[in-house]
C-alpha cells in the first residue's frame, strides 16, 4: 500500500510496478510472457515484417502502404550518410581513452550533430521538426558506431549502401563484407524484436529529460548513458562471456552453484518484469538454431552448448532460489546470434543501439506532447535539520 509522506506518496524501491504516464508505443506483460508495439505482437512483427516497417509504425503510429514503404526506406538511406560536421573528429573520438567504448564515443557524436546543427527545444519545435530530428538520429546512429568501431581497429570506416536494408547495411559497415541472407534476416529480425520494451531505464531516462523541453538529441544522449550500464544493455557480451567461462556442459555446476551462493547475477538470466521465458529469447534461441547449420561445426556447437548451459542454469536457479522464477533473458541468445553473424562482441551492444534508438525516439516525440515535467521527490534520511552550523 502507497504511504503519503511529506506532501508525497511512498512508492516501491526503483518504481517498480507504478504507473508513471500513459502512453500509445506499446506494453510489456510480463506474466504473460508477451509484449506489443502498438497495437501488434512484437515477435509477431520481427517475423513478417521489415525493420523499416516498423520503424515507420513508431513514427506514425500505422504499418506502411507500399509507396510509403518505398519513400520511407529512402529517406532513411538518405539520412544514413556521415554529417560532414563529425568527420574531422571522428578519429579523436574513435581512438580516446584506453579502451574502445562505443557508447561513450555514440554520445560524443550525437552531441557534436546537436550543437552543430542547432537542434531546437522540444518545447519550441514543431511536430515536423521533432519527427526530422529523430529520423536523423535513428539513421546515423548505425553509421557512426561502425565508423568508431572500424577506425579504432585500424581500418578505414565505409561509406553506408543506400541499396541495403537497415540491417544488412550494419553488417556490411562493421563487417566491411555484404553479409548472406540468413545472417541479414536474423539480424532484422533481432533490430525489431528490440526497438522498445516498455519504461526501461534508458527509456525512462530519455522520456525524463524529454519533459524538461530539451532538444531531442540531449534526450538519446541521457538515454545511451543509461543504457551503457552492465544491468541495462550492456549485457550481451556478457552472457556469452560466461559460456566461454563455464567451458563445457559437465562444468555448468561448479561455475554456476558458487556464483549464486555469493549473491552474483548469471548474466542472461531473469528479468524485473518477465515471469516466465522472455518472448524475444525464445524467439532468439529459435533463429540460433536456423542458423547454426550455415555456420559450420563451431556454430553447431555453440548453439548445442548454449541450449545445455540454459537448461541446466534455469533448474540451477530454480533449486537455489525457488519462487523467483528465473528464466533466460534476451541478452543470453542475443550474444549467440550476433556471434553467429559476425559480429564482434564488442560491438553486441551497439547492435542492441541500433534497434533502441528507434525506440527512445518515439518515447521522446510523445513525451514532448506532454507539457508535465517529471519531478518526483526523495525521502530524505540523512541527519535532523537543521542544525547550528559550526563556526570554522
Known amino acids: 500500500m502507497s504511504v503519503v509522506v511529506d506532501g508525497g506518496i511512498e512508492v516501491p524501491r526503483g518504481l517498480k510496478g507504478v504507473v508513471v504516464t500513459t502512453t500509445e508505443l506499446g506494453d510489456v506483460q510480463g506474466a504473460k510472457g508477451f509484449y506489443h508495439y502498438r497495437q501488434y505482437s ?28 518505398a519513400s520511407f526506406a529512402a529517406e532513411s538511406a538518405r539520412l544514413r550518410v556521415l554529417p560532414e560536421e563529425l568527420r574531422p573528429v571522428l578519429r579523436s573520438i574513435a581512438t580516446a581513452g584506453e579502451r574502445f567504448d562505443p557508447l561513450a ?26 519527427r526530422a530530428d529523430a529520423l536523423l538520429v535513428g539513421a546515423v546512429t548505425p553509421t557512426i558506431l561502425a565508423a568508431l ?35 541479414v534476416a536474423a539480424i532484422e529480425r533481432y533490430l525489431i524484436a528490440t526497438v522498445d520494451h516498455g519504461f526501461n531505464a534508458s527509456t525512462f531516462t530519455a522520456r525524463v529529460i524529454a519533459s524538461t523541453g530539451a532538444d531531442l ?17 550492456g549485457a550481451p557480451d556478457r552472457a556469452l562471456e560466461s559460456l566461454d567461462a563455464i567451458g563445457s556442459p559437465d562444468a555448468v555446476d561448479a561455475w554456476v552453484r558458487p556464483r549464486i551462493a555469493e549473491g552474483e547475477r548469471i548474466m542472461g538470466f531473469g528479468h524485473p518484469v518477465y515471469r516466465t521465458e522472455d518472448p524475444r529469447a ?5 533463429l540460433a538454431r536456423e542458423l547454426a547449420p550455415h555456420t559450420g561445426a563451431r556454430g553447431v556447437a555453440l548453439v548445442e552448448f548454449a541450449g545445455t548451459v540454459h537448461r541446466r542454469v534455469t533448474e540451477i536457479l530454480a533449486e537455489l532460489k525457488p519462487g523467483r522464477e ?19 562482441r564488442n560491438m553486441f551492444t551497439p547492435t542492441f543501439t541500433v534497434s533502441r534508438v528507434i525506440g527512445w525516439c518515439a518515447n521522446i516525440l510523445e513525451q514532448a506532447d506532454d507539457t508535465k515535467i517529471i519531478r518526483p521527490i526523495a525521502r530524505y534520511t540523512g541527519p535532523p535539520a537543521p542544525q547550528p552550523v559550526p563556526t570554522g
Open 42 to 69: 512484437a515477435i509477431e512483427l520481427a517475423g513478417t515484417r521489415t525493420f523499416e516497417d516498423v520503424w515507420f509504425l513508431f513514427v506514425y503510429g500505422r504499418l506502411p502502404e507500399a509507396d510509403e514503404r
Open 105 to 130: 564515443g555514440l554520445r560524443t557524436a550525437l552531441s557534436l550533430i546537436g550543437a552543430a546543427r542547432t537542434l531546437p527545444p522540444l518545447w519550441e519545435s514543431s511536430p515536423e521538426r521533432r
Open 149 to 183: 568501431y572500424r577506425i579504432r581497429a585500424g581500418a578505414e570506416p565505409l561509406e553506408p549502401r543506400a541499396d541495403l536494408s537497415t540491417a544488412a547495411n550494419w553488417l556490411y559497415l562493421v563487417t566491411g563484407e555484404e553479409a548472406e541472407p540468413e545472417r
Open 217 to 233: 538529441v540531449s534526450a538519446v544522449v541521457g538515454a545511451i548513458g543509461a543504457f551503457s550500464g552492465p544491468l541495462h544493455g
Open 282 to 286: 525464445v524467439m532468439l534461441a529459435g
Open 326 to 344: 528465473l528464466h533466460v533473458n534476451v541478452e543470453f541468445y542475443a550474444g549467440v546470434v550476433m556471434e553467429l553473424c559476425g559480429i564482434p
